[in-house]
């Protein structure tokens, strides 16, 4: 970490404000919740015990593990060794043997308007043909399929077909291009990509297959097969030999698979995401521990009644929180959920509070980011909705400010529903910090506290665990089951990242702090990484990609502050010499950074300068340039080898306005 980002910022402390209001359970929902206070102690009492409980009680093992943790080549974790089981069987057969095979897995609701439901019956049925149609392509243990699809059933199908497999997968968000695409394939050595011609995005067919037949032609992937799910129906090239329609390979399967049992260390996914390096980190998660604290958050966090919840988790199955509470959470527990294709506001921006009222959903988990422009939108359109069937509302992906959070609870939860925000990170694998909804009062923007079981602290540079009250690190002090196992094909760089920074800890990244009562308050990342609409996106990376274009000789990038998507990519770009700048310059090299990373990566806004601001050992100063984005006055610029570059930047951008 470099010392201008330390927590002394003033910006960390600006965010220490104080929030008094509690809002206690209604005596209802407290005198059924699954979650009591007790666990706490529980937990505390027997950690690992605890944990062995809820692996024995929430999964189906086929052979019962024999230890609960083995830690003896940290931070090289195993959890539930000699424990046996198939994630599959436990997210679909299961229910299916024990008579809920009729209930509704996935309620699908397209953009356009089409909808289809599921049972756990047919998504059984359903993944065992794409499991049978994978191993006829060779697809087995050890192998990994990179999945690049929209936001359709044959998502979850599909990588519910490689773990029952026991192959990984490595979903990529169909928002990445098709340079992203090329560097995770290669990263996770997939041999297979499934895909689909496209799917619909703002009222329109958006294709998807072409950015697999670019990133195929970049060349030096060992992608052998492509299967391409029919979406839009919009025409595509198809490589003899190498293409294929999923529904020409996998209609024809039987509908019978008969799994077999994995490992509980069996590796169960590789996610990438953005680190402080140009290079994503593939994040590699395992079968047991993951699927437990998963199943563990949606019984406690989630209050899972499966029975007559309808569960539904606005994310993308390209990101974590779709692999873990659209995808292992919800149907490890046989929960009924929604998956819905497009954007909030198409055709109208009503479209996700209809769905909740068509659907009778109960259980809604969603970002601050799209609670703030639901709030920009006015609340009339929530209001033209009955919601009157939620009874609980989760947040994740960032801080949420207690306006947006006093909103979600009174606009969207009519002061009735509780309301969690869930900290936890691609790494964690699960929830980490968040309430138990019924067992205490939820506090407005805070996280509040570690999970029974999970053990984290507060702590300042040195590593000792700060007062009450002040800015420091969060840390994770003892292995939890859902940890990321390493950084596929990078030990070092696992240990480097999380394991350096302080002895023994997992250093995660974000800034926090306690309030008086204890309880945890994030304060947004400490390091290169910005968190853009819940996204997590990388100075370096996007400094990459402006830089690989010819018209760029450098580029700092900052994330600024912005009041709808949390914070804003801006950058500042000096030309080439013999460059000057054009009208369409700037449009350029946002496209051209859409096209290197993908549409979300895209700068709100660039600024062209002369200069950066520099250490005198060349480092950027990007606190000074964040100043400048923010619209602060410039902190202190003394350690800067030429001082008045900030001067002359401030000017520069002051003109621009
Ligand atoms: C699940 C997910 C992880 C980073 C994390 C933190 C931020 C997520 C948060 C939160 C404050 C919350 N973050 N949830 N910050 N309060 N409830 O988002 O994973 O994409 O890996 O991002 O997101 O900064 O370190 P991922």
Same mark, same amino acid.
Request: net charge negative.
């Given at each position: ?148 699809? !929209?936001?359709? !059933? ?334 596929? +094909? ?66 700092? /990038? ?19 010499? +013999? ?19 993908? !549409? ?47 001067? /002359? ?9």
């Amino acid at each position: 970490m470099k010392p201008e980002d330390d927590m002394s910022d003033e910006t960390a402390m600006e965010s220490l404000h104080h929030e008094g209001r509690t809002f206690d359970p209604s005596p209802e929902f407290a005198a059924q919740a699954n979650a009591s206070a007790d666990l706490y102690a529980a937990a505390q009492a027997d950690r690992l015990g605890f944990w062995a409980k809820q692996a024995r009680e929430l999964i189906s093992w086929e052979t019962d593990f024999t230890d609960t943790l083995d830690w003896s080549d940290p931070p090289f974790a195993k959890w539930f060794v000699g424990g046996r089981l198939n994630v599959a069987y436990n997210c679909l057969d299961r229910h299916v043997e024990a008579g809920n095979g009729d209930r509704v897995a996935i309620h699908f609701e397209g953009e356009p308007g089409d909808t289809r439901s599921l049972t756990y019956a047919e998504l059984t049925a359903e993944v065992s043909r794409a499991a049978n149609a994978l191993a006829s392509l060779g697809v087995g243990q050890g192998d990994r399929v990179a999945i690049y699809l !929209p936001m359709i !059933p044959e998502a979850a199908i599909s990588m519910l077909a490689c773990a029952r497999l026991g192959a990984a997968h490595s979903v990529v968000f169909g928002g990445f291009s098709s340079d992203a695409l090329h560097s995770r394939i290669i990263d996770a050595e997939a041999r297979v990509v499934i895909t689909a011609d496209g799917g619909y995005r703002r009222g329109k067919p958006s294709s998807l297959k072409p950015a697999v037949d670019d990133a195929l032609a970049k060349g030096d992937t060992p992608v052998e097969k492509v299967l391409v799910v029919k979406r839009t129906g919009e025409d595509v090239d198809m490589v003899d030999g190498r293409d294929l329609w999923w529904d020409d390979v996998v209609a024809e399967q039987p509908a019978e698979h008969r799994w077999e049992s994995f490992d509980a260390e069996n590796p169960l996914f590789i996610l990438y995401t953005s680190g402080t390096t140009g290079k994503p980190k593939g994040i590699l998660h395992t079968s047991g521990g993951y699927l437990v604290q998963n199943a563990f958050a949606m019984q406690t966090v989630f209050d899972l009644k499966p029975e007559s919840d309808v569960f539904w988790c606005t994310a993308d199955v390209g990101w974590v929180t779709g692999h873990s509470y659209i995808v292992y959470g919800p149907m490890a527990m046989g929960a009924t959920q929604i998956m819905y294709e497009g954007t909030p506001d198409t055709p109208h921006r009503g479209r996700w509070w209809e769905i909740i009222a068509k659907h009778g959903v109960t259980t809604f988990y969603s970002s601050p980011t799209a609670l703030r422009t639901a709030m920009k939108w006015g609340d009339d359109i929530p209001a033209e909705h009955d919601l009157s069937s939620l009874r609980l509302l989760g947040s994740v992906g960032e801080p949420i400010n207690p306006e947006a959070w006093m909103w979600y609870r009174r606009v969207i939860g009519a002061d009735r529903c509780p309301v969690v925000d869930t900290w936890w990170q691609t790494e964690t694998g699960a929830h980490m910090i968040a309430p138990l909804p019924g067992a205490m009062a939820t506090k407005p923007g805070s996280s509040q506290r570690a999970l029974p079981g999970i053990v984290v602290d507060v702590v300042d540079d040195s590593g000792k665990p700060v007062d009450r009250n002040t800015a420091g690190y969060l840390v994770i002090t003892e292995p939890w089951p859902a940890m990321l196992r390493g950084i596929y +094909g990078d030990p070092q760089r696992f240990k480097d990242t999380y394991w350096s920074r302080f002895e023994n800890m997992y250093f995660a990244g974000d800034g926090a702090r306690y309030d008086e009562d204890g309880d945890i308050w994030f304060l947004g990342r400490v390091d290169d990484v910005m968190n853009v609409s819940g996204h997590r996106l990388s100075t370096t990376e996007i400094e990459s990609a402006l830089v690989s274009h010819e018209a760029v000789a450098e580029a700092a /990038v900052v994330g600024a502050e912005d009041e709808t998507s949390g914070q804003a990519v801006v950058a500042f770009v000096i030309l080439r010499g +013999g460059i000057e700048e054009t009208e369409g310059t700037v449009e350029e090299l946002r496209a051209h950074v859409g096209r290197e990373i993908g !549409p979300i990566a895209k700068p709100k806004r660039i600024h062209i300068v002369a200069d950066l601001p520099k250490t005198r050992s060349g480092k950027i100063m990007r606190r000074l340039l964040k100043d400048v984005a923010e619209h602060r006055k410039v902190g202190d610029a003394t350690t800067l080898a030429d001082a008045s570059v900030m001067d /002359v930047i401030s000017a520069s951008v002051a003109a621009e306005k």
